[in-house]
């Protein structure tokens, strides 16, 4: 199954992947960065499965993203 990675660290909070996605992606409100909704951290990586239908929009929001912190895996 495809997975969504997410290197939040590296987030600069521009909400690209929330504005194409916002059934994956929100902005925390704590320190502006992006979360990865139902996302599993280790070490400071964020992991979500991705079901076969949505597969298309996250490419979209990796492609949108301009630091590239969003990767796919799997595809």
Known sequence: MPKLIHYRERCI?????????YDHWRMSRKD???VLIGGIEKK???QLDVRPEDI???K????ACPVRVIK???K
Not at 60 to 63: E, N, P
């Open 60 to 63: 979209q929001v990796v492609k």
């Open 13 to 21: 909070g521009c909400n690209a992947c929330v504005e194409i996605d």
């Open 56 to 58: 298309e929009t996250c």
């Open 44 to 46: 400071g990586v964020f």
């Open 32 to 34: 502006g960065k992006a």
């Open 72 to 74: 796919l895996e799997g």
